[in-house]
């Protein structure tokens, strides 16, 4: 091999590392909420620059709020058993990596809100506020994993802003959904973890609840979330095919909660967690269908 060669591929093992580092393939879990809003917002007749920047906004500051909140944890994860392949915690990923990739993110995040609406640029700092506090919030609050919901659910509310300069009623009813729908999850997530954060001190629903009941409360969570999502359908007169991705919303969270109910927290694995992003791909795909036919 070539030296340019061999820089090449230590450049692409870089990339890839910071690309695991944010878990960049969680994305899912957001922008397809924030094409929705898009979508709901201009009533179909989507601007696709408009599409571009919030993509470019929302996939900059997930990415900078990952690394962010891999760096402050980083003394708790080098003693957490499962975290030890994590690109900070093996060394693949180093910490001046990380506050040039937070640079770049932040610049990206900056110049692209500023191609949007002209009041989103003013309510950036109120949108960035969940991403920058979360990582503190498992040292406070048992109440961590909602803030987390809110962090993801301000990807919709910046897509319906980003069109019409507004907060109306229904993104407030879509970021609610989307807020417990996240922070049902990471309820689940969280509860793996009860004995080593009641060793660091930290703080979870299975914490404060025990496992046992923290899968309960997400479970009632993600019951309420659906509701949600049913309400919205009813409150923008969608079409049949809205539910039919609700639907399936319901089945894929029912069959979640089943698989970590029978084969326990073992069950956890990447797979189970990507199966998550059925939701937020199978409500925008099926709102798409219902808005535009």
Not at 10 to 39: G, R
Not at 182 to 194: K, N, R, T
Request: aromatic share 12%; proline share 3%; net charge positive.
């Amino acid at each position: 091999m070539t030296n340019q060669q061999e820089k090449k591929a230590t450049l692409w093992q870089k990339l890839n590392a910071h690309l695991d580092n944010v878990a960049f393939y969680q994305t899912v879990f957001s922008l397809p909420f924030a094409y929705m809003a898009v979508l709901l917002a201009s009533g179909g007749n989507v601007d696709w620059w408009i599409m571009l920047w919030v993509t470019m906004t929302i996939v900059s500051a997930r990415s900078a709020a990952l690394a962010l909140d891999n760096m402050i944890d980083l003394k708790y994860d080098v003693d957490q058993p499962r975290f030890q392949q994590r690109p900070m915690v093996a060394g693949t990923v180093s910490r001046h990596g990380v506050h040039v990739l937070i640079g770049i993110c932040a610049g990206v995040l900056v110049f692209s809100v500023l191609q949007l609406n002209p009041v989103c640029i003013k309510l950036l700092p109120v949108a960035a506020l969940p991403f920058i506090v979360y990582p503190f919030m498992k040292r406070v609050t048992c109440f961590c994993h909602y803030i987390c919901g809110v962090a993801v659910a301000m990807a919709p509310a910046g897509g319906w802003v980003a069109v019409t300069g507004t907060i109306d009623y229904p993104v407030v009813v879509l970021f609610l959904a989307v807020t417990l729908w996240i922070g049902g999850f990471d309820v689940v997530y969280g509860a793996q973890d009860e004995e080593f954060d009641k060793a660091h001190g930290l703080h979870s629903m299975a914490v404060a609840l025990g496992a046992a009941n923290a899968l309960r409360l997400a479970k009632l969570t993600h019951v309420i979330a659906i509701c949600i999502f049913f309400y919205l359908g009813q409150l923008l007169s969608l079409g049949y095919m809205y539910y039919v991705g609700v639907g399936i919303a319901s089945g894929v969270l029912c069959y979640q909660h089943r698989v970590i109910d029978t084969q326990g927290f073992a069950a956890f694995t990447r797979r189970y967690y990507m199966r998550n992003g059925i939701v937020s791909v199978a409500i925008f795909i099926c709102t798409l269908i219902s808005v535009l036919w």
